[in-house]
């Protein structure tokens, strides 16, 4: 009886004007080869936040698989970063 656990990141979608970047990860358990049991996490990722200048900190994507850094990479655009730290500091005075 040989159990194996293995984590997928099986979606990966670009939503909205800021390009969030949704993720599902899939974790399973097989047992002798047979998926046996798994379940999803779902997480979103922004293209960062503002620290206490107002200035825009990037997302930290040190531990993200390199899949998903490559997709943030292409789609966090200096516009979209702009754009997003304008909205940031629009929220904060509303």
Not at 39 to 58: A, C, M, Q, S
Not at 82 to 88: D, G, I, R, V
């Amino acid at each position: 009886m040989a159990l194996a656990e293995s984590i997928e990141y099986d979606k990966i979608e670009v939503v909205g004007q800021y390009k969030a970047v949704q993720v599902r990860k899939k974790n399973t358990i097989k047992k002798d080869g047979v998926e046996i049991a798994s379940n999803f996490e779902r997480y979103v990722l922004n293209p960062g936040i503002l620290n206490d200048k107002d200035e825009l900190v990037d997302t930290d994507l040190s531990k993200e698989p390199a899949e998903v850094k490559a997709i943030c990479d292409a789609v966090w655009t200096t516009d979209v970063k702009n754009a997003w730290k304008a909205k940031l500091i629009a929220d904060k005075t509303s």
